[in-house]
């Protein structure tokens, strides 16, 4: 049997919207508007892109879906890297969401039931979701119900401290119940 080493090659994904400049764009006629921000009227590509050349600029297609597409004289580069600026400034100011693990147990006392309540408020005060879970264990696979009823019960504990949302309600599934919750905004 032969084995082969054969690399895969890495293609990038691309991020965002990209654009049409130049000689990419393919429609006949397009809507332009110069480096300053007047608009010309609609004209041929090919004249919009022989006075973009003229004036030392590229043309870039900037609303693709008008009719006709509106195209605008700038320097493509400085384009590019502006609205790349922008992809990695939305996407350090977005949210993210995780979901945080809270495990109880089926014979759990008083004071550690009263620390995992703290911390699950302080994971929803953060913004995250709560997965809480009890790990059955032996014999405590026969009485899934209590497991069910004791996270109901934190559940419901949480509840009044703050409005929440199910994601998931309470279930068993094997030998774990599980239950993921989360604090409307």
Do not use: W
């Amino acid at each position: 049997m032969r084995i082969h080493y054969r690399r895969r090659r890495f293609v990038p994904k691309l991020e965002g919207v990209q654009y049409h400049y130049n000689r990419q764009i393919i429609v006949p006629e397009v809507r332009v508007i110069d480096e300053e921000g007047v608009p010309l009227g609609v004209m041929k590509t090919s004249e919009a892109l022989a006075l973009a050349e003229e004036r030392g600029y590229d043309i870039v297609e900037v609303s693709p879906k008008a009719v006709p597409p509106v195209c605008k004289f700038l320097d493509y580069g400085a384009f590019k890297y502006q609205k790349e600026k922008e992809m990695k400034q939305q996407k350090a100011h977005a949210k993210k969401v995780e979901v945080k693990g809270i495990r109880l147990s089926v014979k759990i006392g008083q004071h550690d039931l009263d620390n995992r309540m703290n911390q699950a408020i302080g994971f929803l005060e953060d913004g995250h979701k709560l997965k809480i879970e009890i790990m059955l264990r032996g014999r405590e696979k026969a009485h899934a119900d209590i497991a069910l009823t004791k996270i109901q019960d934190f559940v419901n504990r949480i509840a009044k401290k703050y409005e929440l949302f199910t994601e998931q309600a309470p279930k068993n599934q094997g030998g774990n119940v599980s239950a993921i919750v989360g604090r409307k905004s």
